[in-house]
Each structure stands twice: as C-alpha cells, then as structure tokens.
C-alpha cells in the first residue's frame, strides 16, 4: 500500500491549477519545506492546516468529507459549540466554552489565532449591547471595550499575514477574511480592496457566496457616505445576485434596504423618481418582510424610512 | 463540510455489518485497542486506520471528495448546477449534469453522485416513473451501502451523498403518495444524523431540508397538527442559523395545513384565518425578497385561489 495522504496530494493538485507558487500559499502558516513534504505525503498535515492552504486556494472543504481522529474532531466540535452560543448571543456559554477551547489546544497559530478572533467577536456583541441600553455612564467602558477588541483583530490577523507581503496578491484563508471583515465592519479600515482582489481571483471560490454580500454591502456603504450613489448600486446588484443563491439570508434585508435608500439619492431630484420610486418601495417591502422574520427590531427602521418615501407619492 | 469522528464511524459501520470487536480487529489490532478507537480514547494511526476501514469495505481515504475530478471546471459546473436546482430551473440543471457525467472521474463517490443527481432530475422532468426512479437509487445507494433494504439508518452514519439519495428516494414516495414510507425513511434518517457522527452546520441545512420534506408530508397525509409543529420546528431553526433554504417552502406548508384545519371549523385551534393569510403572505414577500422568482409566482397564484384576492402587501 503507497501511503500517501489525499490532502496533500489535492493541495499540490489546486496549487498548479491556480498556478500558485508554494511561497505565497504558506506564507505566514508554515515553511515552504513543510508545505513541499506535505504535498508529497511525507508528513501528515494537521487538519487546521490543510483547512487554511485549501481555502487560500479558494477550495472551502465543505466538499469534502473528512475523517477525523477523535482529538481533532474534538477541535471542530468545541467551535461548533462556541459559534452557536455566539449565535444566540448567549456571551457566558461562549465565554466559558471558548476558556474550554483554550485548555484542550496546544499553542499553536492557527488556533491562537481562532482564540484572539473569537474573543474580539465576544467584545463586540457586549459593546453592541452596551450600545442597546445606551447610558452615559458606559461610555469610557465601551471605548476601552472597542479599543481591546480592535487590538486582538490586529493580532489575529498578525498571527498569519506579515506586516509587508513580499507577494503582489495576498492570499487569504476563511478565518483571515473573516477577520479582515470584521474589522472593516468596526473600524471601517480600508482594507476591504484586498480582500475582493482575492475573492476576485477565484472564479469558483466556494466561500464566494458567504463573503461576497458582506463585501458588496461595506463597499456600497462607504460609496454612499461620499454620495456616489450610482456606483453604489451597481455593487448592491452584484451583492444581491450572489446572496440569492446563497444558502443563508444573512446579508439580505440590510442588502434590499440600502438599494432603495440608494435608489432614492439616485433619481429623487430627477424627473423620473415617481416610477422610481415603486422599485424603492419594492426593496423596502423585502427589507421589511426579511427582519421581521428574524424578528429584527430594524424592522421599524424601514418602516418608517418607507412611509417617509410614500408620503411623498 | 462533512466531518465525522473516526471512532464513532469505525463503531457504526461495525455494528452495521453485524461484526464483533474481535472479527473487524483480527489481524490488524488487539480488541482493546479498537474498544479504545471507538471510545474515542485513542486516535488510531493511519496504517490501522485504512485496513479496519478496508475490512469494513469503506474508504479508506481520511479526506476525500464527494466529486473530484481533474478539472477544476468541475468545481464551477456543480455550483452552477446547485443553484439551478435551487431556484427550480430543471431543465438547466439537467444540461449541466449531463456535462458533468462526461467530465468527472470514475471513484465511486463522482459517479454516485452523478448518477443519483439524474435520476432525481428524469423522475423531476417526468421522465421515468417514481418507481422506476426509485429503483436507480437503490442500484446507486448500493454502490456504497451493501443492502439498504436491511440496514437501520436510525444509527447509519450516512454520508453527503447516501444522505441525498435517501432524500430523493422520500421524494418518490411522495410523488406517488405513499407517506407512510416516505415519513418513515426521513424520520430515521433525521434522528440518525441527529444522532452525533458528523458536525458543522451542513448538517443543519440537511436538517431543515429533511423537516420541510417531513411536514410536507405530514400534511399531505393529513395529520396538519405534526405538520404545523414541524415547520414551526424547522423555521426557529433557520431563524438561529440564518438559513434561507426552503424557507418560503416551509411558510407554505405551514398555511396550507393551517387552512385546512380551519375548513375542518375545528373548535380548538389557537390561530383564526387571519393568521393563515399572514403565513402564506409571508411565504410571498420572503420568497420575492430572496429572490426565487419561479416560486414567487407559484405562492402569488396559491394566495389568490386561497383568498380570492391579489396578494397585498403593506
């Protein structure tokens, strides 16, 4: 029997068709000499790993059935129980289950920087929090809080992408976008342009249909702050095109919302507006339908943003 | 992504096959060791690992493909093809399959799924049969599980692709409305993969998937009280997953089996016709808001004959 691991094998498979040299693929996660004993079946890759180069490559494994031994599955198993208890916005579990996480893992990057990632993710729903109960008395808390959570981003993503890239286009792994994009969400940084260079590249990159919306949905924002309403459109429409065959309605309603309020800074002075503005209430309806379905209290928002549009019908 | 744990894996597909700890370890490693594997005591190396997996006739690969193929291509067409599916466009999805069937390689995981991805599609297009339908699925779940027939899926760790054939199969059960069987082959798929081999959340769209095909079901058989519990089940499920699949789908059963309690004038319901209304417009404006145009006209049609009225939306 030829021993020889199929992840590796797949790896150097992807990394030619991309025609991706081994020193940008493992930058920042490990040594081209590992990469190239990986590739070979030498040395069996640690899972986390094999997840990061794959994704790099715009493989996400969801593809693929892995097998995994009990400690690694113990990994996969303990974030899944993490994501959900911050999916219910229930801060204790995940604190403490992310304490648990911490204890099993050995010092390595990739899960350190999965710790630092989550832990900001926890500051921020507190800070969001903190933001819904809106007393005064909070505010030095939430700076500090803000300030904490930005510095663990900075750290995460400094755990795997240098400083200075010495290549042209950065690759980047699920966990690295992720966190690219939440700081973007925060801080507004400008580091959205490297982010769609990458998800650009890969025609077939199967995380596009995650990432994609959100990335369109920043970019339109930012256009609109400077009242490029035209252009912010077009990148709604391209958003809107993805997240309808996407398997999660995530980014939709604020998608649909920020369409008719680009819709309506577009024609609202021209003659036009008044059958434009169907089309405007059009998206405000699905904006509606979509949070109050996710019982999202910024249902009320678009209501009231629509009928200010009617009201002038 | 699927992932299953090793241990738990070797366990089942024993149990499955009826073999002991001593016959599946003969040769390989001590009884203690295995019992140690499938306890999850132990990781075993990949040398033990292959041959317990080839004992047990499984592959032996930790990772593989539920399509490779040496053309990246084929990474866009299924894509493509999912997203047809999807919004319902089958005679698309069928040009691509028939693409695909001439592009992927011959592992038994690429042509499992290809062969099963049409056979759902002819039976869709009304070309063959339910049954005749029925029976292709049987012939390609057998490519990987020996004798379905006889195996519990109740504890069967069923794989991506064993998992969508078992759910075309429910499909040709309902399509010739036999739902009894349809029920009884998702209720023992769903408590399976419930039961703990895999985790992440595909499982969780499989899950929804599964749930809307039972209350489907259900209602279809007329049992509209399990019908409606379900979808409520379902829906608070892709509420917390932010999950859009058959999410209009799930609205739909949820009024149909509502309106027909209503026409039964059962005295005890805790919802009025009202609330009917409301689901199925709900049904309308998501399916238009996630842009699934074929199945917007579908509901617009299915609220007019309801209601006698254009759908209005405020």
């Not at chain 1, 990994?75 to 899944?80: I, P």
């Not at chain 1, 903190?130 to 803000?146: D, I, M, V, Y």
């Not at chain 2, 919004?87 to 999805?93: C, F, H, I």
């Not at chain 2, 599964?210 to 089940?233: F, N, P, S, T, V």
């Amino acid at each position: 029997m030829i021993e020889r691991s199929k992840l590796g094998e797949l790896i150097f498979f992807c990394r030619k068709i991309q025609k991706v040299s081994q020193y940008d693929l493992c930058s920042g996660l490990c040594s081209v000499s590992t990469l190239s004993r990986m590739e070979h079946g030498e040395i069996d890759i640690p899972i986390l790993l094999a997840q990061a180069l794959l994704q790099r490559l715009g493989v996400d494994i969801d593809r693929f059935e892995l097998l995994l031994g009990e400690q690694e599955y113990k990994y996969f198993a303990q974030r899944q129980i993490i994501e959900d208890a911050l999916h219910r916005e229930d801060i204790l579990q995940a604190e403490q289950e992310l304490v648990r996480y911490q204890e099993m893992m050995a010092q390595e990057k990739l899960h350190q920087q999965y710790v630092k990632f989550l832990n900001a993710k926890l500051l921020i729903l507190k800070l969001s929090k903190l933001e819904a109960q809106g007393r005064n008395h909070t505010k030095k808390e939430q700076k500090s809080l803000a300030a904490s959570a930005e510095q663990l981003l900075k750290e995460a993503l400094e755990l795997t992408i240098l400083e200075s890239p010495k290549q042209k286009h950065v690759l980047l792994s699920k966990t690295e976008i992720e966190i690219l994009m939440t700081a973007v969400q925060q801080y507004g940084l400008e580091k959205i342009v490297c982010v769609e260079e990458f998800v650009n590249k890969y025609e077939s990159l199967e995380l596009k249909e995650k990432i994609y919306p959100l990335i369109k949905l920043q970019k339109a924002k930012r256009l609109l702050d400077r009242e490029k309403s035209e252009e912010a459109l077009a990148e709604l429409r391209e958003g809107m095109a993805i997240a309808e065959i996407s398997m999660s309605y995530l980014y939709c309603a604020e998608l649909h919302f920020l369409y008719a309020k680009a819709l309506q800074m577009q024609w609202q002075e021209k003659p036009q507006w008044k059958q434009i503005q169907k089309e405007c209430i059009e998206h405000c309806k699905a904006a509606y339908y979509l949070y109050e379905f996710d019982g999202d209290c910024r249902k009320k928002e678009v209501e009231q943003w629509g009928c200010t549009v009617l009201g002038n019908l | 992504m699927g992932v299953y744990c090793a241990g738990e894996l070797i366990k089942r597909y024993r149990e499955a096959q009826r073999l002991t700890q001593e016959q599946l370890s003969e040769g390989i490693c001590s009884v203690e060791t295995l019992s140690r594997f499938e306890n999850g005591h132990q990781t075993p190396g990949r040398h033990i690992y292959q041959q317990l997996m080839g004992r047990l006739g499984k592959n032996t690969e930790r990772a593989y493909a539920v399509v490779c193929g040496r053309n990246i291509k084929i990474s866009d067409l299924i894509a493509e093809y999912q997203a047809c599916r999807w919004r319902l466009e089958y005679e698309e999805a069928d040009t691509i399959i028939k693409k695909l069937e001439s592009l992927v390689d011959d592992s038994t995981t690429s042509r499992q799924y290809v062969l099963a991805q049409s056979a759902a599609l002819d039976m869709h297009l009304l070309r063959i049969s339910p049954q005749e339908a029925r029976k292709q699925l049987l012939e390609v779940l057998k490519l990987t599980i020996s004798e379905p027939e006889r195996q519990d899926f109740n504890r069967y760790p069923l794989m991506a692709n064993e998992l969508s054939i078992l759910y075309h199969i429910a499909n040709t059960y309902l399509a010739e409305d036999q739902f009894d069987a349809g029920i009884k082959l998702l209720e023992a798929v769903l408590q399976g993969i419930k039961s703990g081999y895999r985790g992440t959340e595909v499982y969780h769209y499989k899950e929804i998937m599964i749930m809307e095909r039972l209350a489907h079901m259900y209602g279809r058989m007329g049992d509209y009280h399990k019908a409606i519990a379900l979808a409520e089940q379902a829906l608070s499920l892709c509420r917390q997953q932010k999950c859009s699949v058959r999410l209009p789908q799930l609205l739909q059963t949820m009024a149909w089996s509502m309106e027909q309690l209503l026409q039964q004038e059962e005295k005890t319901l805790d919802f009025t016709w009202k609330d009917c209304k409301k689901v199925l417009r709900q049904a309308y404006c998501l399916a238009s808001a996630l842009g699934q145009k074929h199945y917007t006209e579908i509901l617009k049609n299915r609220y007019l004959e309801s209601f006698g009225e254009e759908v209005s939306v405020v």
